[in-house]
């Protein structure tokens, strides 16, 4: 029996007076028009940190320090197509530069929305993490167990 694959994705919250940025998914294929944080898949060899240092840079063009870097949950979550993937969720409140969409080819653009108030179009998984962050939860399980 082969070896389930679950992929390891690194969301960054960016947050500035009460407010996350979220990027606007465009031109990927995949959740075009959904709003989620700068993120993505971590890379063999890469920690989930490191990544999330990456993604930021790629997406919305902010240099991040590793070190100031907190996580604030993981999820290990369960997608509707039923692929595995383990969200870490990093905070960070301090940054190099300002936010711009440095991916318009998978970026709509982006934008800043209260954290307790994220619009209704966002990825759920990008929610239910920043929900469980709000709510000061290190980690949660999803799309596992009826809900």
Request: contains cysteine; glycine residues 12%.
């Given at each position: ?6 992929t390891?994705?690194a ?8 407010h996350l940025l979220?990027?606007?998914?465009a031109g990927t294929?995949?959740d075009d028009?959904l709003?989620?944080l700068p ?5 063999p060899?890469e920690?989930a ?9 790629e ?7 590793p070190?100031a870097?907190?996580p604030?949950h993981?999820?290990?979550f369960q997608n509707r197509?039923?692929e ?7 905070a960070a ?6 936010p711009?969409?440095a ?5 709509a653009?982006?934008?800043w929305h209260r954290?307790e ?8 998984y990008n ?9 000061g939860e290190?980690f949660?399980f999803h799309?596992?167990?009826k809900?």
């Open positions: 029996m082969a070896r389930p694959h679950t390891v994705d969301m960054v919250i960016l947050e500035r007076d009460g979220l990027v606007e998914r294929g995949y028009g709003l989620c993120s993505g898949k971590v890379d060899g920690s940190a490191d990544a999330a240092v990456r993604e930021a840079h997406e919305v063009g902010v240099d991040l320090d070190a870097l907190t604030v993981v999820m290990h197509e039923g595995s993937r383990i969200g870490w969720f990093f409140a301090d940054w190099e530069g300002e711009f969409n991916e318009p080819h998978k970026s653009g982006i934008a954290a108030q994220l619009p209704e179009n966002t990825v759920p929610a239910l993490g920043v929900a469980h962050y709000l709510k290190p949660s799309g596992w167990l809900e």
